[in-house]
C-alpha cells in the first residue's frame, strides 16, 4: 500500500497560512510497516521536521500532486477543493473532514467517489478518540487567550484579586463534552466564575449567560451542525466588551452570528453584528500549540491507520467513514444533506 502524509494548507481570509499541524511527526511514522510511504515536501517543516528527517526513517519526498496519488492520503484539515478531482475511486483520504458545514466540498466528494474517513467520527462508546485530543488543545488554548484578551481589552484580571472583593469574571461554558469540561476546569482553576451547562433549556441558558463576560459553545454532534442556542438576544445579555468562543465553529457554530477569525489575529476581533460582544473562532485553535497537538494527533490515529493497512475491520472506524463511492454514509451527515 501506497501511504502519503500531506503538507497542510490553510488560508485565513486574508489569504494567509494558517496551519501548521503535521499528521504524524517522523518519530510515529516510522512505525508503519509494510508500506511504501510518500511524505509531501515540507510537510513537517512548520514545527521542526525536516524532509531529511523523514528520508532518514524510509519515506520518499514528492510533490503535492504525486501525494494525491496514493492508496491511503493522511492528512489533518479538510481536502483542498482543487484536490477531489485528482482523487481516485479507491483512495481513502483521512483527515478531519467537517462535511456537515460545506455543502460544496460534500457534493465534491461525492463526485470524486473515493472514500473519507472523517476523523471527527471515529467513534468508540460514544467517545470520539481522534477529536478528544484536538478539543483539549483547543480548550486549554482559549482559556489562556480568555486571560490575555480580558487584560488586552478591558485592563481586567479574571480572577479578581482579594482587595477588590475578588469581583471574578463570569464564564458560561454550554455542552460538556472533551472541550467544554476541559474549558471549564481551566476557567476554575484560574479563579473564573463558571456556569457548566450540558443539555440546557432556553430559561437555564439565558440565567447563566447573563452578566458572563466569556461564553463557550461546544455542542457536538457527530457529523452534524449544532443548533444555534446562543442567540443575539442572549448576547446581548452578556457583559459588554466580552468574547464569545464557538469551538464548534467547524461544524457551523452555536453562537449566532459568529464568523470564522484568523490565529494570527487573536485580539484583532470582530464584534457579532448587533451586539456589544466580540468574536474568536479560528477553526483551527490546536495550530497555535501545533509541535504538541501534532504529537497527540499522530498516537490517537496511528492504531486505526494500522489498521487499515492491515485491512482489518473495526467498527470505530466504520463510523469514520463520511462518504464512499458516491454516497453518504454517516447518518449525521445524511441528516444534513439528505438525498
Not at 491511503?72 to 481516485?88: A, C, M
Request: hydrophobic share 40%.
Amino acid at each position: 500500500m501506497k501511504v502519503a502524509i500531506l503538507r497542510e494548507s490553510k488560508r485565513d481570509k486574508k489569504g494567509r497560512e494558517v496551519e501548521n499541524r503535521v499528521v504524524l511527526p517522523p518519530n510515529l511514522a516510522t512505525k508503519l510497516k509494510n508500506i511504501e510511504l510518500m511524505v509531501e515536501t515540507k510537510a513537517g517543516e512548520k514545527i521542526g521536521h525536516s524532509d531529511q528527517d523523514y528520508e532518514k526513517i524510509g519515506a520518499r519526498i514528492v510533490s503535492h500532486s504525486e501525494a494525491l496519488t496514493a492508496d491511503l492520503i493522511l492528512g489533518v484539515k479538510e481536502t483542498q477543493k482543487d484536490d477531489f478531482p485528482y482523487l481516485k475511486p479507491h483512495t481513502i483520504f483521512m483527515s478531519y473532514q467537517h462535511f456537515a458545514e460545506s455543502k460544496e466540498r460534500t457534493t465534491a466528494a461525492l463526485r470524486s467517489k473515493a472514500t473519507f474517513i472523517c476523523l471527527e467520527t471515529i467513534e468508540v462508546d460514544h467517545k470520539f478518540p481522534c477529536l478528544a485530543p484536538m478539543s483539549e488543545a483547543a480548550a486549554r488554548v482559549l482559556v489562556r487567550h480568555a486571560d490575555w484578551f480580558a487584560l488586552h481589552s478591558s485592563k481586567t484580571i479574571g480572577c479578581g484579586l482579594s482587595q477588590t472583593g475578588f469581583k471574578k469574571l463570569k464564564v458560561t461554558v454550554l455542552g460538556m463534552g472533551t472541550v467544554g469540561r476541559t474549558a471549564a476546569q481551566e476557567f476554575k482553576q484560574r479563579g473564573y466564575e463558571v456556569a457548566e451547562i450540558d443539555r440546557p433549556n432556553i430559561s437555564e441558558l439565558k440565567n447563566a449567560i447573563k452578566g458572563s463576560f466569556f461564553a463557550v459553545s461546544s455542542m457536538y454532534i457527530a457529523g452534524a451542525s449544532p443548533q444555534k442556542l446562543i442567540t443575539k438576544e442572549l448576547l446581548r445579555s452578556m457583559q459588554p466588551g466580552g468574547c464569545v468562543y464557538p469551538v464548534d465553529i467547524d461544524q457551523g457554530g452555536g453562537i449566532e452570528g459568529a464568523v470564522l477569525t484568523s490565529i494570527l489575529d487573536p485580539f484583532d476581533l470582530p464584534k457579532i453584528e448587533g451586539t456589544d460582544i466580540y468574536c474568536f473562532a479560528p477553526p483551527n485553535l490546536p495550530s497555535l500549540g501545533a509541535r504538541t497537538t501534532s504529537e497527540a494527533l499522530g498516537s490517537a490515529i496511528l492504531p486505526y491507520v494500522d489498521k487499515l493497512i492491515r485491512k482489518e475491520s473495526d467498527p470505530a472506524l466504520d463510523l469514520g467513514v463520511n462518504i464512499q463511492n458516491g454516497r453518504i454514509l454517516h447518518a449525521g451527515l445524511a441528516s444534513i444533506f439528505p438525498k
